[in-house]
């Protein structure tokens, strides 16, 4: 079950680098006067950062699929979504139809002003079981993935969470929340090798 996740959890998620392009240096009591559309008014710095983040992604399934884990299935972003420049890829979610409506994981307070939801599962699902499994897996293969390892930090601030201890090793104090590889035991590349073959 745990593989299954893992591998969902590294497929394509937008949300991500919109909510850090969008509050990164924002506090969790910030109010604000409306609530925007989230694929609507995506902006080409959305996509960079995407993009970067998919890169870092694809280096963790690089070094894994040296390993003898297959990673064909985790397709990257320029494919996906058939944009090859972060400059397409923001003109492609802004034109598609379905998306125009959603919003952001804004709600009202008690002043009529929106804030940051964060229980919403823009956070709660995107955080903790999409980023977190990169920066997991990375740890475990010795890859760096610096813009992951800063945006999961931020979203920790943000969110009141420790899953990093002082050393930068993911055993904080709230990490349990988080469904990446050490928390099934896996802790070396051989044992990550042999779950996955077996």
Same mark, same amino acid.
């Given at each position: 079950m745990a593989r299954v996740l893992w591998m969902h959890g590294l497929t394509p998620t937008l949300h991500i680098s919109r909510l850090f392009s969008m509050y990164?240096?924002?506090n969790i009591s910030d109010e604000y006067d409306?609530?925007?559309y989230f694929y609507r008014d995506w902006t080409d710095e959305d996509s960079v950062i995407c993009y970067e983040l998919d890169l870092e992604l694809h280096r963790v399934c #690089?070094?894994? %699929?040296?390993l003898g884990i297959d990673m064909r299935e985790v397709v990257p972003y320029p494919i996906h979504y058939e944009s090859p420049t972060p400059e397409m890829? %923001?003109?492609?979610? =802004?034109?598609? =139809?379905s998306f125009r409506d959603i919003k952001g994981p804004l709600r009202k307070n008690t002043n !009529?002003?929106?804030v940051l939801d964060i229980k919403s599962r823009y956070f709660t699902e995107s955080f903790p079981y999409r980023? #977190?499994?990169?920066? !997991?897996? #990375?740890?475990?293969i010795g890859i760096d993935v610096p813009l992951s390892t800063k945006v999961l930090q931020w979203y920790c601030e943000l969110a009141n969470k420790e899953y990093y201890d002082d050393s930068m090793r993911l055993c904080g104090r709230d990490v349990g929340e988080c469904n990446i590889p050490q928390?099934? !035991?896996?802790?070396s590349i051989n044992s990550l090798i042999d779950f996955y073959n077996f």
């Open positions: 990164k240096d924002c409306s609530s925007p #690089a070094k894994l %699929t040296v890829l %923001t003109k492609k979610l =802004r034109s598609i =139809r !009529g002003k929106y980023l #977190a499994i990169v920066n !997991g897996l #990375a740890e475990i928390n099934y !035991g896996i802790h």
